[in-house]
């Protein structure tokens, strides 16, 4: 059974750089054809995905975002991880990241595999 | 980019009575690439369909979804205490990014 588990600071100020890692378990990151994903909600709203990377690297975005982040991967560690840069205080969501199981090679795919979530509250 | 409505907003019934929830997508949606998901409070959203009509596993057959092109539907036959959640449809199969619809709250009338 497959398990991710997001972590990192709860609290970033303003201007700065969230951080986010989420650590696999139950099977190695580099296997298979998935991609590995950030998704985002907002206290009361709805989800907005972030971005994802496939083990090779590759990766996309969200327009909206793209321009602050970074998602990378380290195959060593099981390990995939998100940086959201100069923050404010929409930036403050749960943070998820997921398992996207692809239908189509390099298609948008569905989520089937999710972690807790992260609570990320961005306030001085 | 596949922009997707859901309808209602918020569902209020009993339990034991049936659920009818919509997804309408702005454009055909490849194939019957279209996913719903249950989030309950304080929780990650689980996936229950997939390909529209698929149930994913573990997910009890009073579960059922259907449709194809732009519109779909999410069926729950009777409504349990633990179904009472907010519902997510989610398109893919295409160019990125992922887009998901708004959500549809069901509550305890």
């Known amino acids: 059974q497959v398990q991710l588990q997001e972590s990192g600071p709860g609290l970033v100020k303003p201007s700065q750089t969230l951080s986010l890692t989420c650590t696999v378990s139950?099977?190695?990151?580099?296997?298979?054809?998935?991609?590995w994903s950030w998704i985002r909600q907002p206290a009361g709203k709805g989800l907005e995905w972030i971005g994802r990377?496939?083990?090779?690297?590759?990766?996309n975005y969200n327009p909206s975002l793209k321009s602050r982040v970074t998602i990378s991967v380290d195959t060593s560690k099981n390990q995939f991880s998100l940086k959201l840069s100069s923050v404010t205080a929409a930036d403050t969501a749960v943070y998820y990241c997921?398992?996207?199981?692809?239908?189509?090679?390099?298609?948008?795919?569905?989520?089937?595999?999710w972690g807790q979530g992260t609570l990320v509250t961005v306030s001085s | 980019e596949i922009v997707l409505t859901q309808s209602p907003g918020t569902l209020s019934l009993s339990p034991g009575e049936r659920a009818t929830l919509s997804c309408r997508a702005s454009q055909s949606v490849r194939s019957t690439y279209l996913a719903w998901y249950q989030q309950k409070p304080g929780q990650a959203p689980r996936l229950l369909i997939y390909d529209a009509s698929s149930r994913a596993a573990g997910i009890p057959d009073r579960f059922s979804g259907s449709g194809s092109g732009t519109d779909f539907t999410l069926t729950i036959s009777r409504l349990e205490p633990e179904d009472f959640a907010v519902y997510y449809c989610?398109?893919?199969?295409?160019?990125?990014?992922?887009?998901f619809g708004p959500g549809t709250k069901v509550d305890i009338k």
């Open positions: 139950g099977g190695s990151i580099s296997s298979g054809s998935y991609y």
């Open positions: 990377i496939y083990t090779s690297g590759s990766t």
């Open positions: 989610q398109q893919y199969g295409s160019s990125p990014p992922v887009t």
């Open positions: 997921a398992r996207e199981f692809p239908v189509i090679v390099g298609a948008t795919a569905l989520f089937d595999y």
